[in-house]
């Protein structure tokens, strides 16, 4: 039995004849990149290329400094804190080997819930040349239907009238280029990593709307001055567990309060389009194309959006895992009927991709049995994933004639799922969403009317007063309601 060490950068040199850690000098970092939002994502794919490239001797300018901007965000700033912002990495693999390996990108945190100078300064600081987001789909503030900036958003009235006490990224954005344009430094780039079609131009679509009305002249140079690269990643994180926490206590003896697991794959591709320079990220695989556009599409449409068909579904089943949908056959053949007839024909052709292999490899992902993806977590704000996800795809399979029923059933069950709150064995469901309110409301109100959860128009939009769509929709509502059986109506589908 070995004994057990603390995570922490005076233990690293002991910790090194157990699993592999950082062998780079991380007293010796400049903070060259801020990122808002550290997650488990977060942790096992931009932190992991930077800790990759430093292993390889470079990129000691582009040490990472974490961001909180929300209340949630404490537990693991403290956690982080106590551990010298060293974690361990747990890779899981299908045959159920875990590679572990300490990472050390990150070298601080900084909250910026009570006091924000501290953030606003790091990212104002002359070292700091991109600051990165993984806020989520829902972190934007934009509207899904109309891709519009939601100015009714009481935080952002409030950072309009007061500049100096920002609360979401936009506050804090603006804030801190502000800074750097009276300074007369660079701008840096703001680089998003959250899953939306053309994420880079969206920020920059919502951030010049919300600058626009603080300060016009700021809006001008952000314009100018600021890149906003679009970017595709792509990395299945699952939340961690305590069994994962007790697996490395027990294998090497490291206590790490929040270590990260994920899967082997890994995929970044990014525009090459940077305000003020960039990490080789080249050098560890990340690819840089001209236009992202189509990987991101496939990748939105396909993985995601197959994660959500098999989540829905699988939580009113009673799947809980991922895994355990795809070993079921019924959920496996339906997912891929679905990437097959109505994902893929919108698609088009990818320049140097064949989806065929693509999508035999996202079944291979999703079946790895070590990985353990809890449905709840794909079903986490469905709210804001579903339009980019699987709503699209209905609407421009509506405009082009093409199927949409296998992605209707979705629909209809998360109106079920948002209704009932439990699984059709009458276990209570997790759900988490920012609209949870909302959802169950109009999904209650569909005894009286069958349309009442689809009317949600900032997540359907026109949807329905789509004829087409509102009979397959309806009437496969009413069998849900009536029968309760998931599992058979997509059986009768394939
Ligand atoms: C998932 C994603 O949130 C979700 O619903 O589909 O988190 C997915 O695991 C990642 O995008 C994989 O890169």
């Known amino acids: 039995m070995k004994t057990t060490i603390h995570l922490n950068q005076d233990k690293l040199q002991e910790l090194g004849s157990r ?56 537990k693991l700033s403290d956690i982080l804190k106590a551990q010298d912002h060293l974690y361990t990495l747990m890779v899981k693999h299908p045959d159920g080997k875990i590679e572990s390996e300490i990472m050390g990108s990150i070298v601080d945190f900084k909250m910026g819930t009570t006091d924000p100078e501290p953030v606003i300064s790091r990212m104002a600081h002359k070292d700091t040349r991109i600051v990165s987001l993984t806020i989520t789909e829902g972190g934007y503030n934009f509207n899904p239907t109309t891709g519009e900036f939601n100015f009714d958003n009481p935080d952002i009235q409030h950072e309009l009238r007061h500049p100096q006490d920002p ?79 007790d697996s490395l206590a027990q294998s090497y003896g490291v206590d790490d309060a929040w270590p990260v697991t994920c899967e082997p794959f890994i995929q970044w591709v990014i525009e090459d389009k940077f305000s003020n320079g960039r990490p080789a990220f080249e050098k560890v695989g990340v690819q840089f194309v001209p236009d992202v556009g189509p990987y991101e599409k496939m990748k939105l449409r396909l993985l995601n959006a ?22 079921d056959k019924v959920f496996k053949r339906y997912l891929r009927t679905f990437l097959d007839t109505e994902a893929t024909p919108i698609l088009g052709n990818i320049e140097g991709i064949d989806l065929m292999d693509y999508k035999d490899s996202l079944l291979t992902r999703f079946a790895n049995p070590n990985i353990k993806d809890s449905v709840s977590r794909i079903c986490s704000e469905s709210s804001a994933k579903l339009p980019k996800f699987l ?12 199927s949409i029923k296998l992605a209707t059933l979705v629909i209809a069950a998360w109106c079920y799922y948002s209704d009932k709150e439990v699984d059709q064995n009458g276990q209570p469901l997790e759900i988490i969403d920012a609209m949870q309110g909302k959802l169950h409301d109009a999904a209650k109100e569909t005894a009286n009317n069958m349309l009442a959860f689809v009317q949600l128009e900032s997540l359907f939009g026109g949807l329905a007063k789509n004829e087409r769509f509102t009979k397959v929709y309806c009437a496969m509502l009413q069998q849900l309601y009536e029968a309760g059986d998931i599992k058979k109506m997509m059986h009768s589908m394939i």
């Open 167 to 245: 609360i979401t990224v936009y506050g804090f954005l603006t804030a801190a280029l502000k800074r750097r344009r009276d300074a007369a430094l660079p701008a840096f780039t703001v680089l998003s990593c959250d899953n939306i079609e053309h994420n880079g131009d969206m920020t920059r679509k919502m951030l010049l709307a919300f600058a626009e009305v603080q300060d016009p002249d700021l809006a001008k140079w952000i314009a100018q001055e600021v890149c906003f690269p679009n970017s595709m990643v792509d990395r299945i994180t699952p939340v961690t567990v305590k069994a994962d926490i």
């Open 391 to 402: 709503i699209a795809t209905i609407h421009e399979n509506l405009a082009i004639g093409g």
């Open 19 to 74: 699993l592999p850690v950082p062998k780079y000098n991380r007293s010796a970092t400049n903070i060259g990149i801020v990122h808002i939002g550290v997650g488990g994502f977060q942790r096992a794919h931009q932190a992991y290329y930077l800790h990759q490239l430093r292993q390889l001797g470079e990129a000691s300018e582009w040490g990472i400094c974490g961001i909180g901007l929300r209340e949630s965000d404490t």
């Open 306 to 327: 197959g994660h959500s068909v098999l989540g829905l579904l699988g939580a009113i089943h009673g799947h809980p895992t991922i895994n355990a949908c795809i070993e």
